[in-house]
């Protein structure tokens, strides 16, 4: 446990934690709503810190992060906790609960990444930017190794630490829920703007960025939604990969899963703005493939988390030569 970062001393031990826009405020021996943030003696603490909950070696793919490195691996981690209360998550037995955790201090899980041919380290699995002491330190090892930093998030978090962080951080995939404030108020207890701050301020820093979108049935479905979701990412970039991932009942949840139809639905309109849109959690031969913008090939198969890069050649198409935005 060491000191937080970012957060304020209130009158009467009490402290504001100024991480993420929840800004909670804590009186002393509590703990704020991702539970990785404590008051300790009127001085706020990174409880968290150090303590993982997961490490495997998965690939790139499952991320889902397809235009970084395809094909390689990824040692991945992540807290235990969340600063969103989706009733959706997909995640919900690290996020919302409590699993068993181990200490692994920043240089140890650095190494630990080096050893098994990893490409670099993702913070994943519940929310790891509420992990953000760790993270900041660890990723810092990560880049002394000559290694990458990937971040799978929320993307909920404020300004200042996050322009802190970002020199560290060479990809990430950011969770967009809704172009809904009202959504993210009442599904997730969070709000829209900081999220979409976030991804333009990664992009704009030259983070590489990709964005998912969990299309949950009757919630974020409508075809109104997938416009301005795709009108909004190509503004930034329409080189920036959309991954539409299909939601299956879990947690308070309990609609019927996405249907195929609907997600078909949604990749058509986003193809209309974006030049890569891939559907994930459903099987289809050719939804996940990577298709060359300019002569419409396939330039990268993916069979499941096997992926055939044969004709990415230099960064560019085998067939027309078109350059790709890709990373490998
Ligand atoms: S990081 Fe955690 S403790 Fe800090 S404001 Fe966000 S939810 Fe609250």
């Known amino acids: 446990m060491i000191e937080a970062t970012y957060y304020q001393k209130l009158a009467g031990s009490k402290v504001r934690c100024t991480l993420c826009p929840q800004e909670c405020v804590l009186s002393e021996g509590k703990s704020g709503i991702c ?6 003696g009127g001085k706020l603490f990174a409880s968290n810190y150090e303590m993982a909950v997961s490490l495997a070696l998965d690939p790139i793919e499952k ?20 600063n969103f209360r989706c009733r959706f998550c997909q995640n919900w037995t690290i996020s919302q609960e409590t699993s068993p955790e181990r200490v692994i201090h920043p240089k140890q899980m650095a190494e630990e990444a080096s050893k098994c041919k990893s490409i670099g380290l993702a913070y994943t699995y519940a929310e790891p930017l509420i992990w953000y002491e760790y993270v900041l330190e660890t990723s810092k090892e990560i880049h002394k190794l000559g290694l990458k930093n990937a971040l799978v998030t929320n993307g909920f978090i404020n300004e200042k630490p996050l322009r802190a962080l970002l020199p560290f951080i060479d990809a990430m995939n950011v969770d967009i829920k809704s172009m809904e404030g009202s959504f993210y108020q009442s599904i997730c207890s969070g709000s829209l703007e900081p999220v979409l701050r976030t991804v333009q301020l990664a992009y704009e820093a030259g983070c590489h960025v990709e964005i998912t979108n969990l299309v949950v049935t009757d919630l ?23 991954h539409l991932s299909r939601y299956f009942p879990n947690y308070k949840m309990t609609v019927a899963p996405t249907p195929v139809e609907t997600l078909a639905m949604a990749r058509s309109i986003a193809l209309q703005k974006l030049n890569y849109v891939y559907v994930g959690n459903v099987s289809h031969e050719a939804w996940g493939d990577t ?15 096997a992926v055939d890069c044969s004709h990415l050649k230099d960064g560019k198409c085998d067939f027309c030569g078109h350059p790709l935005p890709i990373l490998s």
Do not use: Q
């Open 291 to 305: 298709i060359c913008p300019k002569c419409g090939k396939c330039i990268i198969k993916r069979y499941g988390y």
């Open 220 to 242: 974020n479905d409508s075809e109104e939604h997938f416009h301005k979701l795709s009108d909004w990412i190509s503004k930034l970039s329409p080189d920036i990969p959309l």
């Open 63 to 82: 991320k889902p992060l397809y235009h970084f490195f395809p094909g390689a691996n990824i040692l991945s981690t992540g807290p235990n906790g969340c």
């Open 35 to 40: 539970r990785g943030k404590k008051n300790v």
